[in-house]
Each structure stands twice: as structure tokens, then as C-alpha cells.
């Protein structure tokens, strides 16, 4: 079964540092992953996604994660981070299928202090 | 372009009342249509879907219910709300066909229910 770890419940970093939220996977396929935020009150939006190819994939607004294949693992990253930054941010996986079913981490809250 | 859209917004309801959510989209015909459900805090967790009009599988019981009565339009209701349906309520679409796990969300509607 699939499954989707954020270990950190919680990150707070300051304004102008570099970030890392931490995420892995339980799949014994070949995962399709995604990262995606959720801003206060809000619907999700994507990050960035993996398929194949290209193992560090970028994303929007300087966000770009890394498929570790040996790790199970799918970390998202960000040089410096803004205030605006701040918000909830999900990591999910998904197998091939029509239903698209999407198994989603429980998130980690981002608190940028400026 | 593709919009989604749910209504309401915001809902606060009563125990053992009915609850009707509608979700339409615009610009995108035959997507594959999804409900997702949050708790207050947490990780969000795949209610319903749809690939068809008319069709609509269910994945989670929670004594809710799910209809598709257009292409463009999804409904999620009950006839008696319990406290725990409280939280917050997501549409979302995805392609149909090959299907990648991609999802794109709406705005939300969030349920209090006392």
C-alpha cells in the first residue's frame, strides 16, 4: 500500500535562509510524487512534480525537490525563503490509474519569521 | 482556461441537519472529479470520485453521499450531519483518460457543525 511520511510536523526558519521539508514514500512501483501548499483558508496548490527523467525537478516560486529512488525519498527545497512562504505544505503520491487516487502526507506547517 | 468553483464557502450547521456542497467546472469537459475531506489540521483524505456522469465510486465511509449530475457538476450531501463532518471540504478535477494523479483543487468550503 502507499503510504506518505512528513516527519516534521512543524518548521520555522528565518527570512532569507534556505529551507527543507522532509518527505518519504512507501510504494513499490514507480511513484508519481507531488508537493503541494496550502495557504491559510484556501484549496492546494501544486509546487512541483515528479514523473521520470530528471531527478531534481523545479517548481514555482524557486521551489524544487529531489527523487532520491534508493531513499524513498522526495525532500522539497527552497534557497531562501519569504514570509509569503508560510503555509502548509503536502507531499503526495499516486500510482498510475484512472482514478488518480492521491495519498497525501499529513503536512508540515511553515512559519517564515521575518 | 479551467475553473472550479464550490460553494459555499462557509457553512455552519446543526447536528441532523441535511448538507448539500456542489463543485462545478468550467472549461474542461469529461474530467475526472474528486472529493476530498480535512480535518481541522490535518492530511486530506480521498472521499468520493467520479469518472463519468452519473457514476460516482465511494472510497471513504463517512455517511456521506456523492452525486455527478453533469459533466460539469459534483455534489456532496447528507441528510443528517454528525459533529465529525466537520472540517474542510475540497473538489477537485483531474484528467481523464491517463490519468497521472495530477489534481487540481478548488477554493474549499468549510463545515462547522454544532
Known amino acids: 500500500a502507499q503510504s506518505v511520511t512528513q516527519p516534521d510536523a512543524r518548521v520555522t526558519v528565518s527570512e532569507g535562509a534556505s529551507l527543507q521539508l522532509r518527505c518519504k514514500y512507501s510504494y513499490s512501483g514507480t511513484p508519481y510524487l507531488f508537493w503541494y501548499v496550502q495557504y491559510p483558508r484556501q484549496g492546494l496548490q501544486l509546487l512541483l512534480k515528479?514523473?521520470?527523467?530528471?531527478?531534481v525537478v523545479q517548481g514555482v516560486n524557486g521551489f524544487e525537490a529531489e527523487f532520491i529512488k534508493s531513499n524513498s525519498s522526495f525532500h522539497l527545497r527552497k534557497a531562501s525563503v519569504h514570509w509569503s512562504d508560510s503555509a502548509v505544505y503536502f507531499c503526495?503520491?499516486?500510482?498510475?490509474?484512472?482514478?488518480?487516487?492521491?495519498?497525501f502526507g499529513l503536512g508540515t506547517t511553515l512559519q517564515v519569521q521575518p | 482556461a479551467q475553473t472550479i468553483h464550490q460553494w459555499p464557502v462557509a457553512e455552519i450547521k446543526a447536528v441532523g441537519s441535511p448538507l448539500s456542497l456542489g463543485c462545478t467546472i468550467k472549461g474542461k469537459s469529461s474530467p475526472n472529479l474528486y472529493w476530498y475531506w480535512q480535518a481541522t489540521g490535518g492530511t486530506l483524505q480521498q472521499l468520493f470520485y467520479?469518472?463519468?456522469?452519473?457514476?460516482v465510486e465511494s472510497v471513504v465511509q463517512l455517511n456521506l453521499s456523492a452525486s455527478r449530475p453533469k459533466d460539469d457538476q459534483f455534489i456532496l450531501s447528507t441528510e443528517k450531519l454528525l459533529l465529525s463532518h466537520s472540517g474542510f471540504y475540497l473538489c477537485?478535477?483531474?484528467?481523464?483518460?491517463?490519468?497521472?494523479?495530477?489534481?487540481?483543487f478548488g477554493e474549499g468550503s468549510k463545515l462547522t457543525v454544532l
Open positions: 515528479y514523473y521520470s527523467g530528471d531527478p
Open positions: 503526495a503520491v499516486s500510482a498510475t490509474g484512472n482514478t488518480g487516487k492521491l495519498i
Open positions: 477537485a478535477w483531474s484528467l481523464g483518460g491517463a490519468d497521472t494523479g495530477q489534481l487540481y
Open positions: 467520479s469518472i463519468t456522469v452519473g457514476q
